[in-house]
Nanobody
Framework: QLQLVESGGAMVQPGGSLRLSCATSASPAILHYYAIAWFRQAPGKEREGISCISSSSDVIRYADSVKGRFTVSRDTAKNTVYLQMNSLKPEDAGVYYC???????????????????WGKGTLVNVSS
């Protein structure tokens, strides 16, 4: 299992931007076998898969709710995956988690049940 640590959560006004980071101490040789996904959970709602990136970085998926506003990227040298969030809306607020999944090199998933490792989350508030 991976150890994942999220950071970058904050309070921001509607229309603002944030960049979340998901860092792992796993070696590149281990991380090579993992796709990374981002999930979020708002109070009283189910956890929602919003983006994922394959180990190769060639396969990227977004939930319709964030498509065109969020961008996921992977820095292999830093063992870190980023989620750039632009044009934030109040409904984007929640706890954001990153998760790792052992997956084929060109594959990633937004299904929470398929994840092997989870971070503890970082809180995003969007409010004026």
């Amino acid at each position: 299992q991976l150890q994942l640590v999220e950071s970058g959560g904050a309070m921001v006004q509607p229309g603002g931007s944030l960049r979340l980071s998901c860092a792992t101490s796993a070696s590149p040789a281990i991380l090579h076998y993992y796709a990374i996904a981002w999930f979020r959970q708002a109070p009283g709602k189910e956890r929602e898969g919003i983006s994922c990136i394959s180990s190769s970085s060639d396969v990227i998926r977004y939930a319709d709710s964030v498509k065109g506003r969020f961008t996921v990227s992977r820095d292999t040298a830093k063992n870190t995956v980023y989620l750039q969030m632009n044009s934030l809306k109040p409904e984007d607020a929640g706890v954001y988690y990153c998760a790792g999944q052992r997956a084929p090199y060109y594959s990633c998933s937004l299904v929470s049940g398929g994840m092997d490792s989870w971070g503890k989350g970082t809180l995003v508030n969007v409010s004026s």
